[in-house]
Nanobody, 127 residues
Framework: VQLQASGGGLVQAGGSLRLSCAAS????????MGWFRQVPGKEREFVAA????????KYADSVAGRFTISRDNAKNTVYLQMNTLNPEDTAVYYC?????????????????????WGQGTQVTVSS
């Protein structure tokens, strides 16, 4: 599986962006697709996750109510709609796929369980 993230950019506080993660290769229903973000000097932070079947979704508390994760099976793509952005959302955003541990708890938030990672896309929110 190869992942290609896109959609990052510069946006003013309060604005919106939609990130896309296009996957090549077959994604099975048990796979978990996640979004993480990282700023220099800090650990990679969980943002959101969705099982490819669509039956499980999880958000970090910091983005719940503002971000929405979704997937398009036909396009083999996962999206992260980000609304009401604030400067604290500035980071490099990575998409990832977990092909092995999708049914372990906690769901989706453990970065070390993901075995495929995209290259990252920069999101910058100006105040």
């Amino acid at each position: 599986v190869q992942l290609q993230a896109s959609g990052g950019g510069l946006v003013q506080a309060g604005g919106s962006l939609r990130l896309s993660c296009a996957a090549s290769g077959r994604l099975f229903s048990s796979y978990v697709m996640g979004w993480f973000r990282q700023v220099p000097g800090k650990e990679r932070e969980f943002v959101a996750a969705i099982r490819w079947s669509g039956d499980s979704i999880k958000y970090a508390d910091s983005v719940a109510g503002r971000f929405t994760i979704s997937r398009d099976n036909a396009k083999n793509t996962v999206y992260l709609q980000m609304n009401t952005l604030n400067p604290e959302d500035t980071a490099v955003y990575y998409c990832a796929a977990d092909s092995r541990f999708g049914f372990r708890l906690p769901f989706g938030s453990v970065a070390s369980r993901y075995d495929y990672w995209g290259q990252g896309t920069q999101v910058t929110v100006s105040s």
